[in-house]
């Protein structure tokens, strides 16, 4: 268990262990289940919290770092979201960028609301939208959290800061936070409403029953429209325009081709949509 750097006063001020009176007088609490704590600044160990006449709790670490990230967000007033591909791990991805790495102007943060039947570690509100902060210091979101989200139709992201120990500064954390490469979408409901219409504007074309290698579905049932002959994954479709299939979404063993609508890039949904144009019937 990491040693706790971290109270809280009676107003829920985070408190580092370096500005704590030791012992008792500290008169702070533990930033997860709120008992006293006791201020341990002797000189063989690192100086650090402990809680008073208890057992040390599990969650006091993480929380006093969800916390901590709240205040640095909250003072900071932005959050920094990821580039979102629509067609992430897809060889026409750059075709399909959905939102650029950005930071949103926030408004409201709230630290690990209830919402529902989840309870996310933080939720910024971007234009009154909210967004799902979930930061990982010793626990990754699991599938059931994940599934969860997904049903709320909440947009998530995650900041990895797994590697965040003893010793870490508000000064060291602000600086992770805004890593690029720790901070990944969990899930956006803008791309599902797009990766949804895309779906809907596209045939499918080989099925479940067809893929040999899972994944990769070789022989079609239907033809290609450009060619007007049977389609091999592997020969026409892989490296297609019009080939909307994704080995990471819930489609994978399908091939989706778009070329129907004619559409092969973020612009042309954007406009079919605009058109009103119908999906087709599967
Ligand atoms: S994805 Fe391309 S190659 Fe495959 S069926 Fe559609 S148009 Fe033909
Ligand atoms: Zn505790």
Avoid at 80 to 88: G, Q, S, V, Y
Avoid at 140 to 152: G, S, W
Avoid at 176 to 192: G, T
Wanted: positive net charge; hydrophobic residues 35%.
């Amino acid at each position: 268990m990491i040693a706790l750097e971290y109270g809280c006063d009676l107003n829920g001020n985070l408190i580092h262990i370096s500005n704590a009176r030791k012992g008792l007088k500290c008169g702070l609490y533990c930033p997860a289940c709120k008992k006293q704590l006791i201020a341990k600044k002797g000189d063989l160990m690192q100086h650090h919290f402990a809680h008073y006449k208890a057992a040390e709790c599990k969650y006091a670490f993480e929380t006093s770092i969800h916390l901590l990230a709240k205040e640095i967000i909250a003072e900071d007033g932005e959050i920094f979201t990821p580039e979102l591909a629509l067609l992430p791990d897809h060889w026409n991805m750059y075709n399909y960028i959905l939102l650029k790495s950005q930071y949103f102007r926030i408004g409201n943060i709230i630290v690990e609301p209830h919402l529902g039947n989840i309870r996310p570690d933080l939720i910024v509100y971007i234009d009154s939208h909210p967004l799902l902060i979930e930061v990982c210091v010793t626990h990754k979101v699991d599938a059931d959290k994940l599934k969860k989200i997904k049903e709320h139709n909440l947009s998530a992201i995650e900041i990895n800061l797994s590697d965040v120990g003893h010793g870490m500064s508000k000064e060291i954390l602000k600086e992770k936070i805004k890593e690029e490469s720790r901070i990944k979408w969990l899930y956006n409901k803008k791309r599902n409403y797009y990766y949804e219409k895309l779906c809907s504007y596209s045939i499918t074309i080989g099925d479940r029953l067809n893929a040999k290698i899972p994944g990769f579905p070789n022989i079609v049932r239907r033809y290609c429209p450009i060619t007007g002959r049977k389609a091999s994954f592997l020969m026409n479709c892989h490296g297609c325009n019009y080939c909307v299939a994704s080995i990471n979404d819930p489609h994978e063993e399908f091939i989706w081709c778009s070329q129907p609508h004619k559409i092969k890039n973020m612009t042309d949904l954007k406009n079919a949509i605009k058109r009103g144009l119908r999906a087709i019937d599967k």
